[in-house]
Structures are given as structure tokens and as C-alpha cells.
């Protein structure tokens, strides 16, 4: 364990749920409640990890939490890395927003919101930012139902995806 690791496990105690480190990469999974106070505090010397790099999400459908919220931290005077993890619930896909803590996590969650539909509260202005305003639903979802067009091109019609992939529903776990 890292000591960024040890101090965040003390500080949170249980709701720094899982704490591992792997080939350098640090990480710490926090519970949604507390993770504004967890960046707060590695931002903060002496952690110092100040820049967001990135603020992603995954789907784990049908699984529950269905959703992580993944931060990818920096801290440039330690030259070291830190990622935050926190679960969100499916049926209540809501987070605090991190904007006032890291002004970058805007358009971040701006492109979570977007892609997965998980609401940060407390955003300056989440609204869709990749797919057009009248874009129905949020297609990085497991769930989200694919389409697909057939291109003509001339002479010839290749086949959609579903012709060609047999199509294999998600595993439980």
C-alpha cells in the first residue's frame, strides 16, 4: 500500500472500501458519500494531486452497483498517480459533482452524463455534450438497444454487424 493509500484507508476508514495497488497504479474505492471529501483531501498537501486527468464511468449491468465512477488523479511535485473509484447504484445513478473541488471535472461529467446518464448534482450546466440535444437515452449503457443501417456501396452491400456476430447475452455474476 502506498502511503496516499494508508492515509485515505485511515482517514475513511470503512468507506474506503478497497484498497490495492498494482504494477505502480494506485487505488482507492470510496463510497459516493464520502468521495468530494476524498478529493478534497489527496488534493490538499502534502498529497498534492492536483490535476484531474480524467473522470470516466463503466457499466457493470446486470451487476449491482451497476455503475463506477473512476478519477484519474495527478500529483506533479510527487510525480505519482492516484486513481479514486465510487459505486453508484443503478436505480439512483446519482453523484455530487467534483467541479468545485477540480474545475476540469466539468465537461467530464458533462461526457458521463451524457454516455451513461448519471447525474452529478450541484453541476454549472449538465447537459448533453458529445450526442445532439434530441438524442434519446445514453448509449454506453449495457442496456442501450444497438441499431444498425446498411451502407450501399457500389455493387455491393456488406453485411450489419448482426449478420456476422452471433449475439451473446451479458454473464451474471
Do not use: C, N
Amino acid at each position: 500500500m502506498t502511503p496516499v493509500q494508508e492515509f485515505l484507508a485511515e482517514r475513511f476508514g470503512e468507506a474506503a472500501m478497497v484498497v490495492h495497488a498494482f504494477r505502480g497504479d494506485a487505488t482507492v474505492t470510496v463510497a459516493r458519500e464520502r468521495i468530494l471529501d476524498a478529493l478534497r483531501a489527496v488534493k490538499a498537501r502534502p498529497w498534492a494531486f492536483e490535476m484531474l486527468l480524467d473522470l470516466t464511468a463503466w457499466d457493470r449491468h446486470p451487476v449491482e452497483p451497476r455503475f463506477e465512477i473512476v478519477y484519474h488523479l495527478l500529483s506533479l511535485e510527487r510525480t505519482q498517480r492516484l486513481r479514486i473509484k465510487t459505486p453508484v447504484a443503478g436505480d439512483d445513478p446519482v453523484l455530487p459533482s467534483a467541479v468545485e473541488v477540480f474545475a476540469g471535472a466539468e465537461w467530464f461529467e458533462r461526457e458521463v452524463w451524457d454516455l451513461f446518464g448519471i447525474r452529478f448534482e450541484g453541476h454549472p450546466d449538465l447537459r448533453r455534450i458529445l450526442m445532439p440535444d434530441d438524442w434519446e437515452g445514453h448509449p454506453l449503457r449495457r442496456d442501450y438497444p444497438l441499431t444498425e443501417e446498411p451502407v450501399e456501396f457500389r455493387g455491393h452491400v456488406p453485411k450489419v454487424p448482426s449478420e456476422i456476430v452471433p449475439h451473446v447475452p451479458p454473464r451474471r455474476r
